[in-house]
């Protein structure tokens, strides 16, 4: 060993020396900075709307925010009725009614409603102008007379507030924003889920649910359902250590160290000001799993030496450092995306990683000096699976082979270059979701997805406006156009004079419904309904908008239009992250090589490190899985923490095939367990967690063909 190294190691031995000399020093020290950053999750928001996911720093979500103020941008829960078998009656249309009244009289958070029974249509009699309703007057009519909705099939709102079968009913109730914010900042949890328990019970017909503030709640439940995720990984971990090791111990101490470092990385989110989403949310299953490596190698140090298991720490306390050293840094290399929060979960995870290693080998340490009944954690006697690993640790496979399966980094280089890239919000939930099954049914019998705005400004020209909505109209992403001249020319009477029109149409901008389409500063709101979401063709379209209005005469905003520019920076961020997880884990391998004279071998133990990786992109893309904000950290987090065993191999023993020897079933312990852990996120609520679950639970085994096989393949044979 080099003697920068012999140096380093003998200053992390004396921290781990002060460290039980001065126990309860440390111990007190570690005890305050917890309850420091403890303090800190008393800050903590999460993210639940999909404005607030948004990285505020893109003119996308500019505009989204501007679109808001100039046309208001209140949360939604808008729920359809169902038609029953043989259509609607007059007593369940009367029911419809009474109940969306009822909900407006008990909740004054509701600031409007908008429903078909509020459709009117400007007639003249005589010298008189009035506005009678489209639909009669249904709880007037006998309970089973039978109600046709025929006649808002050729209204403006005929695939909006009902479908073009008209058997169905649309309702949309608008909400005030929460005053003051609280934990999910303006949503407010406890009124939505009044309206949806209360709907249910006064509307008792087939309902289905949506609204940004459905998606919203949806979102909610997840992130609190996260928490029985993080039981269950506790569960397995423990399980896994007392089979492992022998003894109950081991868990709870491992988590006393992943406890302090949530701690701290939360804690350090709330001070900061940073919002737990859908990503940062998975932080705690990742630091348990990325900090299994060095807890399991210190834990077979203590096995191999039962005697002397207070001198574990120190033996791996070097090697444990750079393997936290490399995840942390491959973490980092998140900090190139261009979406804010991958930044954050890549800074956040890089202290995490680091934090643990303080803890593992200061606080625990000193903890275990204060009271020594604690240790040791492992009882060899009783612990199993150590044949298994070493039967395959024994076999070496040709030499040609490991060579061949190098070839995973040429289909690794291409599937990087043609991933699938698609991401929506509504994407988070699974196919048998209720509100995924809702966006489905309207997608069908509604033939549009989602809505955005095309927003002119007071200074666009009815030259521009004209020229851009032809534009608009002739493109395949528009199912429908829904235009404030359009609804003016419906509600006025056919053939009417121009001083009735004009009366008409300002009396018609008196209503709150009206600043859906106009501002009070002179902008115009073209409201679209978009027949995908599909984040390439969402971007394509709000370019085109771009280049017809190049000195931002009108502009494209919604929250899906935000949501497709804010992740069209997700395979950037996996091609840059992996990039520089590759650069600094190859670099820091390559320099500990020289530091412990294997440098002649460094090629061989780089390659082998990326080969797991290597093998589940090309996996990804063979699968045709796609690429959204969750999946693109997969990557970086694989090849860092895959490095670790080549930076273990190399600190055992004079030759790479002692350290295999060595360290080999720590390893193979250590890759399974993680493997068992990741597969808890398939539990997930959310749907891209479960997908990251299973190729991170791949990736693991991948990493140790690739770290312990594949390596013994490429080394010369005499050199194994």
Same mark, same amino acid.
């Given at each position: 060993?080099?003697?920068?190294?012999? *140096?380093?190691?003998?200053?992390?031995?004396?921290? $781990? %020396?002060? %460290?039980?000399?001065?126990?309860?020093?440390?111990?007190?020290?570690?005890?305050?900075?917890?309850?420091?950053?403890?303090?800190?999750?008393?800050?903590?928001?999460?993210?639940?709307?999909?404005?607030?996911?948004?990285?505020?720093?893109?003119?996308?979500?500019?505009?989204?925010?501007? /679109?808001?103020?100039?046309?208001?941008?209140?949360? /939604?829960?808008?729920?359809?009725?169902?038609?029953?078998?043989?259509?609607?009656?007059?007593?369940? +249309?009367?029911?419809?009614?009474?109940?969306?009244?009822?909900? *407006?009289?008990?909740?004054?958070?509701? @600031?409007?409603? !908008?429903? %078909?029974?509020?459709?009117?249509?400007?007639?003249?009699?005589?010298?008189?102008?009035?506005?009678?309703?489209?639909?009669?007057?249904?709880?007037?009519?006998?309970?089973?007379?039978?109600?046709? +909705?025929?006649?808002?099939?050729?209204?403006?709102?005929?695939?909006?507030? @009902?479908?073009?079968?008209?058997?169905?009913?649309?309702?949309?109730?608008?909400?005030?924003?929460?005053?003051?914010?609280?934990?999910?900042?303006?949503?407010?949890?406890?009124?939505?889920?009044?309206?949806?328990?209360?709907?249910?019970?006064?509307?008792?017909?087939?309902?289905?649910?949506?609204?940004?503030?459905?998606?919203?709640?949806?979102?909610?439940?997840? +992130?609190?359902?996260?928490?029985?995720?993080?039981?269950?990984?506790?569960?397995? !971990?423990?399980?896994?250590?007392?089979?492992?090791?022998?003894?109950?111990?081991?868990?709870?101490?491992?988590?006393?160290?992943?406890?302090?470092?949530?701690?701290?990385?939360?804690?350090?989110?709330?001070?900061?000001?940073?919002?737990?989403?859908?990503?940062?949310?998975?932080?705690?299953?990742?630091?348990?799993?990325?900090? +299994?490596?060095?807890?399991?190698?210190?834990? &077979?140090?203590?096995?191999?030496?039962?005697?002397?298991?207070?001198?574990?720490?120190?033996?791996?306390?070097?090697?444990?450092?750079?393997?936290?050293?490399?995840?942390?840094?491959?973490?980092?290399?998140?900090?190139?995306?261009?979406?804010?929060?991958?930044?954050?979960?890549?800074?956040?995870?890089?202290?995490?990683?680091?934090?643990?290693?303080?803890?593992?080998?200061?606080?625990?340490?000193?903890?275990?000096?204060?009271?020594?009944?604690?240790?040791?954690? #492992?009882?060899?006697?009783?612990?199993?699976?150590?044949?298994?690993?070493? *039967?395959?640790?024994?076999?070496?496979?040709?030499?040609?082979?490991?060579?061949?399966?190098?070839?995973?980094?040429?289909?690794?280089?291409?599937? #990087?270059?043609?991933?699938?890239?698609?991401?929506?919000? %509504?994407?988070?939930?699974?196919?048998?979701?209720?509100?995924?099954? @809702?966006?489905?049914? !309207?997608?069908?019998?509604?033939?549009?997805?989602?809505? =955005?705005?095309?927003?002119?400004?007071?200074?666009?020209? =009815?030259?521009?406006?004209?020229?851009?909505?032809?534009?608009?109209?002739?493109?395949?992403?528009?199912?429908?156009?829904?235009?404030?001249?359009?609804?003016? /020319?419906?509600?006025?009477?056919?053939?009417?004079?121009?001083? @009735?029109?004009?009366?008409?149409? *300002?009396?018609?901008?008196?209503?709150?419904?009206?600043?859906? &389409?106009?501002?009070?500063?002179g902008e115009v709101r073209d409201i679209l309904y978009l027949t995908t979401v599909d984040t390439s063709e969402l971007n394509r379209f709000r370019r085109e908008i771009i280049k017809l209005c190049p000195a931002r005469e009108c502009w494209l905003a919604g929250e899906f239009v935000g949501f497709a520019d804010f992740s069209e920076g997700l395979i950037s961020t996996l091609f840059e992250s992996m990039l520089g997880s590759v650069f600094s884990v190859g670099l820091l391998v390559g320099l500990l090589g020289i530091g412990t004279g294997h440098l002649r071998y460094v090629p061989s133990l780089?390659?082998?490190?990326?080969?797991?990786?290597?093998?589940?992109?090309?996996?990804?893309?063979?699968?045709?899985?796609?690429?959204?904000?969750?999946?693109?950290?997969?990557? /970086?987090?694989? $090849?860092?923490?895959?490095?670790?065993?080549?930076?273990?191999?190399?600190?055992?023993?004079?030759?790479?095939?002692?350290?295999?020897?060595?360290?080999?079933?720590?390893?193979?312990?250590?890759?399974?367990?993680?493997?068992?852990?990741?597969?808890?996120?398939?539990?997930?609520?959310?749907?891209?967690?479960?997908?990251?679950?299973?190729?991170?639970?791949?990736?693991?085994?991948?990493?140790?063909?690739?770290?312990?096989?594949?390596?013994?393949?490429?080394?010369?044979?005499?050199?194994?």
């Open positions: 060993m080099s003697p920068v190294l012999s *140096r380093f190691e003998k200053g992390l031995q004396a921290i $781990i %020396a002060y %460290a039980r000399q001065h126990s309860w020093r440390v111990i007190g020290v570690y005890v305050l900075l917890g309850l420091v950053f403890a303090g800190g999750l008393l800050q903590i928001t999460q993210v639940v709307s999909i404005q607030d996911q948004l990285d505020p720093r893109m003119q996308s979500t500019q505009d989204l925010k501007k /679109s808001k103020e100039l046309f208001g941008g209140q949360s /939604s829960l808008g729920f359809l009725v169902m038609a029953p078998a043989g259509g609607f009656t007059a007593g369940d +249309l009367c029911t419809v009614k009474q109940g969306i009244h009822a909900l *407006r009289l008990r909740h004054p958070e509701i @600031t409007e409603s !908008i429903s %078909a029974f509020d459709l009117r249509r400007a007639q003249v009699t005589g010298d008189k102008l009035h506005y009678p309703t489209l639909l009669p007057d249904v709880c007037m009519l006998p309970a089973s007379e039978k109600v046709s +909705l025929s006649v808002l099939a050729s209204t403006p709102w005929s695939h909006t507030l @009902t479908g073009p079968a008209t058997q169905d009913l649309a309702v949309n109730l608008s909400l005030a924003p929460l005053d003051p914010p609280g934990m999910f900042g303006t949503f407010n949890p406890g009124l939505v889920e009044k309206l949806l328990a209360e709907t249910k019970e006064l509307i008792p017909l087939d309902l289905k649910f949506t609204g940004t503030s459905a998606q919203e709640y949806f979102t909610m439940v997840g +992130l609190l359902e996260q928490k029985w995720l993080n039981f269950l990984a506790i569960a397995v !971990i423990i399980l896994a250590f007392r089979v492992v090791f022998g003894s109950w111990r081991a868990g709870p101490l491992y988590f006393l160290t992943v406890g302090l470092s949530a701690t701290v990385v939360y804690g350090g989110m709330g001070w900061a000001g940073h919002a737990v989403d859908p990503l940062s949310v998975c932080l705690f299953l990742i630091l348990s799993v990325a900090s +299994l490596e060095d807890f399991v190698f210190v834990s &077979y140090e203590m096995m191999s030496k039962p005697k002397e298991w207070m001198g574990s720490f120190a033996g791996v306390a070097l090697p444990c450092f750079f393997t936290s050293l490399s995840a942390a840094a491959a973490f980092l290399s998140l900090t190139t995306s261009d979406v804010q929060s991958i930044q954050r979960f890549g800074m956040w995870a890089a202290l995490g990683a680091m934090v643990e290693w303080s803890a593992l080998f200061v606080l625990l340490p000193a903890l275990l000096k204060a009271f020594p009944r604690l240790g040791p954690w #492992v009882l060899p006697e009783r612990a199993r699976f150590q044949e298994t690993p070493m *039967r395959w640790l024994h076999k070496t496979p040709p030499r040609v082979f490991s060579f061949l399966a190098l070839l995973f980094f040429v289909g690794a280089f291409y599937s #990087v270059k043609n991933f699938r890239l698609t991401q929506s919000p %509504a994407e988070m939930f699974p196919d048998d979701h209720p509100f995924q099954q @809702t966006l489905q049914f !309207i997608q069908k019998d509604r033939g549009w997805l989602a809505e =955005a705005g095309l927003i002119f400004s007071a200074q666009a020209s =009815a030259e521009l406006k004209a020229k851009v909505r032809q534009a608009v109209l002739r493109d395949s992403l528009v199912g429908r156009v829904e235009t404030w001249d359009q609804l003016v /020319s419906f509600v006025a009477p056919a053939n009417a004079s121009e001083p @009735t029109t004009a009366m008409v149409t *300002r009396e018609m901008g008196m209503l709150d419904f009206s600043k859906r &389409y106009q501002a009070s500063s780089v390659l082998a490190s990326f080969w797991g990786p290597a093998v589940m992109l090309t996996a990804i893309f063979l699968c045709d899985i796609t690429i959204n904000f969750v999946t693109c950290i997969v990557a /970086s987090t694989l $090849i860092g923490l895959t490095g670790d065993n080549a930076i273990m191999f190399m600190f055992q023993g004079k030759s790479l095939t002692e350290g295999i020897e060595d360290k080999g079933i720590g390893s193979f312990q250590t890759a399974l367990i993680m493997s068992v852990v990741a597969l808890t996120f398939v539990l997930s609520y959310f749907e891209p967690p479960r997908m990251l679950g299973y190729l991170l639970a791949g990736g693991f085994l991948c990493a140790l063909l690739g770290d312990v096989w594949i390596l013994k393949g490429l080394l010369p044979r005499g050199k194994k």
